[in-house]
C-alpha cells in the first residue's frame, strides 16, 4: 500500500470525528426541549458549551492543516464590521457566561472591510477561548482601521502573554500549545492584497491590563 | 421599515438525513412559519418549487447521491424557478463551504455551518430577511428583467446601507451586461475589483471583455480566475467560450473535459462539452457527454428532447465513422425508448427520431429495417402525428436514399 501522508490522515479523522460531534449536538437540542429542573438546565448548558468549543477547536485545526498545506481557497467579501463582531459576541457569549466573564464587541458602525469571513470567524473563536482561559472578569473584542490595515483586536484582563509563558514551561503539557497563535497567525498571512501581507502582534492591553492579540489583515 | 417575522412565511427545507431533519424543521415550526414543506433530495425539491414559491428554502450542500445543494440551487437560479426575492440559506460543513462561496455565479443568499443552534439559525434567517426587505425593490425589478429600475434601485440602497454596497455594486455591474452596456459595466466591475478583491467582479471584468471582443483579454483573465480558485468552475466554461471565438475548439473541449471532471454532474456543462466535442468530431466524446446529460436530464428543470435528440445524433456520427459495439446500439434504443415516452406527442421531435433511427439503419448497413421505420413515419404522418419533414430534413433523406 502506498505511505500516504499522516498529517492527511490525522485531518480527515478530525474531520469525522467533528461530523459525528455534530450529530450529537443536534441531538443535545432535543434535550433542551424536555422541562430539566435548574440544575439539569445548567449541566445540559455545560456540556453544550463543552461540545461547541470542541467543535470550534476542531474546525481551526481542519483550517489549520489547509493552511500549512496550501490547501486553502481565502474567499475575501466585503463585511460590516459591527454586524461580524456581533455575530461572533452572541455566539460565544454563552461561554464566557458559563465563566462568569463579560464578553463585548466595540466598533464604528459604519466600519467595512474585505476579508475572509470563515476564517476570521474561526480566529477570534480561537481567540475568545484562549482569552477565557486567563481572563478575570472581562474581554474585550474591537475592530477599527490603522495605516489601511483592519486591525481586529481581542482583549482580556488577565495576567498578559509574558507571564503565562513563564507558566507553560512549568506546566509542560497543559493545555496551551501555541497552536492557536500559530493558527491566527497563518490566517493573518493568508489575507494579502498586492504586495501586502496580514500579520498578528501579541501585546499587552491599555484598556484591560491583560493580553491582547491583534489581527492585521491588509485592506 | 417593519421588522421581518416569519408568521406570513412559507419555508422549504431539504435535508436528506433524517436526524437533521427533523430537528431543522422544529426550529423552524418554533420559528412560527405559515408553512414548511420538506423534500428528501433535490429531485424532489425541483417538483415542489415547480408547484409554488416558497419565501425560504434552507437546503443542506449534501444532498446524498443526486444533486448536491449548490447544483440545486444554480438550477433553479438559472431557470428562474425560484423568484430573488425569495431568500436561500445554505447548511454546509467547513469542508464544503468553500465550494458553495467558491460557486460565485450562483451563490447562496447566506450559509451556515453544522452544527448550530435554534438561536443561531433564527439570528442568520431574520439576519438575511432583513437584507431581502431591504433590497425588495431591486429584486423585484430583477424578477421582472427590468434592469434599468433594478441599477436605480441598487444605487439607493447602497447609499442607505454600506454593508450592502458590495451586493448592489454587482447587482449593478450584471444589470449592466444584460443591457448590453459593457463599457459601463467594466468600469463598475473594474473598480470594486481594485477595492475589494472580489473574484466576482474579476468574473464580471472577463466577461465585458468577452463581450466587447477583446477576446485575448478576457481569455487572459478567465484563464487567471481557474488558477485563482479551482471551485468556480463556471471560469472554465467562460475560458471555453472565449477559445472558441477564437477558433481553438480542441482547446476549448480540453478545458471542458476538465471542468466536467470537477463537477460531474453539471448537466448544461455536459451538454456544452458534447456540442463542442461533436463540432470537432470527437464523437466518443459526445456521446459519452450526451449519455450523462440525458441521465441527469431526468430530474432537472432542462428535461427538454433537445438532449435526447444530440445524443440519438451523436451516436449516428459514430455509427458514421465505421463499426461501433452494439452496446452503443444498446444507448440509442434507451434513449429512444425515452423520448417515445416523453416528447412523442410533438410531432416534430417524432419526425427527428424516426430520421436520426433511419440514419442510423443506414450507417450500420441495414437497409431494410431502414425502410420498415420510413413506413411507419409515412403512416403517422398522414395520421397527423408527426410533421412533414422540412427542407434539411429532406436532405437528409434524399443522402439516405442515395447511399
Known amino acids: 500500500m502506498d505511505k500516504i501522508d499522516i498529517s492527511t490522515i490525522l485531518a480527515s479523522a478530525i474531520h469525522e470525528s467533528k461530523n459525528h460531534l455534530g450529530t450529537i449536538l443536534y441531538q443535545l437540542e432535543a434535550l433542551k426541549s424536555l422541562n430539566l429542573d435548574k440544575s439539569g438546565q445548567k449541566s445540559l448548558g455545560k456540556i453544550e458549551e463543552g461540545m ?28 460590516a464590521l459591527e454586524e461580524f463582531l456581533d455575530d461572533q459576541v ?43 482561559r486567563f481572563a478575570q472578569s472581562s474581554i474585550h473584542i474591537s475592530a477599527y482601521m490603522e495605516d489601511s490595515y483592519l486591525v481586529i483586536a481581542i482583549e482580556d484582563d488577565g495576567k498578559g502573554f509574558a507571564q503565562t509563558a513563564e507558566e507553560e514551561d512549568e506546566l509542560l503539557f497543559q493545555k496551551n500549545t ?4 500559530y493558527f491566527a497567525d497563518l490566517s493573518a498571512q493568508a489575507h494579502n492584497s498586492e504586495d501586502r501581507k496580514g500579520y498578528i502582534i501579541k501585546a499587552s492591553s491599555e484598556t484591560l491590563g491583560g493580553a491582547k492579540l491583534a489581527i492585521y489583515l491588509p485592506q | 421599515m417593519s421588522k421581518p417575522n416569519f408568521s406570513d412565511k412559507t419555508a422549504l427545507l431539504i435535508e436528506d438525513m433524517a436526524e437533521a431533519r427533523i430537528m431543522q424543521k422544529k426550529m423552524l415550526n418554533d420559528f412560527g412559519f405559515k408553512s414548511i414543506e420538506i423534500a428528501m433530495k433535490a429531485e424532489s425539491a425541483i417538483e415542489l418549487l415547480r408547484s409554488r414559491p416558497y419565501d425560504v428554502i434552507l437546503s443542506d450542500y449534501n444532498l446524498g447521491n443526486g444533486k448536491d445543494g449548490q447544483q440545486l440551487l444554480e438550477e433553479v437560479r438559472h431557470s428562474h424557478l425560484i423568484p430573488n426575492t425569495s431568500t436561500y440559506l445554505m447548511v454546509t460543513a467547513e469542508t464544503s463551504t468553500e465550494m458553495v462561496m467558491g460557486a460565485i455565479e450562483y451563490a447562496p443568499d447566506g450559509y451556515i455551518t453544522k452544527p448550530f443552534s435554534q438561536a443561531m439559525l433564527e439570528r442568520r434567517l431574520l439576519k438575511l430577511l432583513e437584507n431581502k426587505e431591504q433590497l425588495l425593490k431591486v429584486n423585484k425589478a430583477l424578477d ?92 472554465y466554461d467562460w ?91 444498446d444507448n440509442f434504443q434507451t434513449t429512444l425508448n425515452k423520448v417515445h415516452q416523453n416528447f412523442f406527442k410533438s410531432p416534430e421531435v417524432r419526425t427527428e427520431a424516426y430520421l436520426l433511427e433511419m440514419e442510423l439503419y443506414s450507417a450500420l448497413g441495414d ?24 427542407a434539411s430534413a429532406k436532405k437528409r433523406i434524399d443522402h439516405l436514399k442515395k447511399a
Open chain 2, 367 to 390: 437497409k431494410k429495417t431502414m425502410n420498415q421505420i420510413e413506413e411507419v413515419w409515412n403512416h403517422d404522418i398522414e395520421a397527423g402525428q408527426a410533421s412533414a419533414p422540412c
Open chain 2, 144 to 235: 421582472q428583467n427590468d434592469y434599468e429600475t433594478a441599477i436605480n434601485e441598487a444605487k439607493v440602497v447602497s447609499e442607505k446601507h454600506p454593508a450592502l454596497i458590495s451586493r448592489c455594486n454587482r447587482i449593478v455591474g450584471d444589470s449592466l451586461i444584460s443591457l448590453e452596456r459593457y463599457e459601463e459595466a467594466l468600469t463598475v466591475f473594474r473598480t470594486c475589483r481594485k477595492e475589494s478583491r472580489m473574484p466576482w467582479a474579476a468574473f464580471g471584468e472577463a466577461k465585458c471583455h468577452y463581450f466587447l471582443g477583446n477576446i485575448e483579454k478576457a481569455e487572459t483573465k478567465f484563464r487567471q480566475l481557474t488558477l485563482d480558485n479551482k471551485f468556480f468552475v463556471s471560469a
Open chain 1, 52 to 79: 461547541k468549543q470542541l467543535n470550534d477547536e476542531w474546525v481551526e485545526y481542519l483550517y489549520l492543516y489547509r493552511l500549512a498545506s496550501d490547501g486553502y481557497e481565502v474567499l475575501y467579501d466585503y463585511h
Open chain 2, 239 to 329: 475560458l471555453a467560450k472565449a477559445l472558441i471565438k477564437k477558433g481553438e475548439h480542441e482547446e476549448a473541449q480540453a478545458i471542458l473535459v476538465d471542468a466536467v471532471g470537477r463537477s460531474p454532474k453539471n448537466l448544461l456543462r455536459q451538454i456544452e462539452l458534447g456540442k463542442l466535442s461533436l463540432e470537432v468530431q470527437d464523437n466518443l466524446m459526445a456521446e459519452m457527454s450526451f449519455r450523462r446529460a440525458v441521465f441527469l436530464a431526468k430530474h432537472s428543470c432542462f428535461n427538454g428532447a433537445d438532449v435526447y435528440i444530440q445524443h440519438m445524433t451523436s451516436i449516428v456520427a459514430l455509427a458514421r465513422e465505421g463499426d461501433i459495439p452494439s452496446r452503443q446500439i
Open chain 1, 178 to 181: 501555541g497552536l492557536g497563535l
Open chain 1, 90 to 132: 452572541f455566539a460565544l457569549a454563552p461561554s464566557a457566561a458559563a465563566k462568569n466573564l463579560s464578553l463585548e464587541f466595540n466598533t464604528d458602525e459604519s466600519l467595512t472591510a474585505v476579508f475572509d469571513e470563515r476564517l476570521m470567524t474561526s480566529v477570534v473563536s480561537t481567540g475568545v477561548y484562549n482569552a477565557l
